[in-house]
């Protein structure tokens, strides 16, 4: 009697987008980085990676919810599959696997998607393999690969230092609900920095102290005063357009931020209801836009079989 074949052992892990509450940006250090004193809350978007042992690196990409996938990288530039070979690297073996992303975090968009997978693929592979890698050694794994790569590990809301990747849990007890609303195209981070510089930004940024006590109040108005992105006004340089959605959220009643780098935009509302009719205001201009709450856990497992 010959044995029925069992399906290849896989491990899908779930990974959040985030905003950053607070991105206060310092004038750029001799190592091409700038220091940031940044708040992150990771939000309702996500996506799940699902790897497989595999004989050699591969990876692929299905689009989740309409986001635009086409610029992402299917070869070992994608940052999923660093994050494979430098966990295989950190315990000296020499195992491949096949990495699939289900993507419904816009790509170049200020939310971190890349980081998500990066974050997803370490967390994943670690328990596909049993590795048992520390979450000291996963942290500093995540941030060899990226600045926001450790937050997407731990989720909720953290305060960020250094190129963002030293994080501290902060308390956030509250939900917070978010109109997101991705632009067509994504704006790339290095640009936006540039011209954050010839801007002659970087000058005189204010602490994270104002968001960090908002968010306490447990009120959607206090929280929308405090919030401040010091990259904004150089994504609105690069990206004029950026205004009329910026304007459209605000005309339908949120508080308005750029996410990250841009060009997402994003509007906080007061509440569930609130978040539901912006949202549709902007369906009724054309524009795209998502509902999504935050804080929610960072990398986990959904799957294992
Ligand atoms: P950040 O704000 O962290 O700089 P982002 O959210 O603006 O990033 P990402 O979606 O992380 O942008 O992607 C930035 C670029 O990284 C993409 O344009 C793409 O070329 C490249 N990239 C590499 N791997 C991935 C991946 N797994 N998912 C998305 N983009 C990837």
Redesign the pocket.
Known sequence: MSAVPQPAPAVTVRAP?KVNLHLGVGPLRADGFHPLDTVYQAVSLY?DVTVTDARAWS?G?TPVGGVD?N???LDD????VRAGRALVAHHGTDRCARIE?A?G??????????????AATLVALDRLWDLGTSDDDLLALAAGL???VPFALLGGTAHGTGRGEVVEPVDDDGTWWWVVVPDDG????PAVYAAFDDLGGGGGSIGAGAVRAALGTHDAGELGAALRNDLEEAALHLRPGLVATRDALRGAGAVTLLS???PTYLGLARDHEAAHRVRQALLDQGLTAVVATGPVAGAHVVTHG
């Open positions: 987008a996506d990876v990409v996938v610029d992402v990288p530039t994608n940052i999923a992303v993507k975090i816009p790509v170049a968009g200020g939310m971190a998607g890349g980081s998500a997978d990066a990226g600045s926001d994504g704006l790339s981070t990250g780098s841009g």
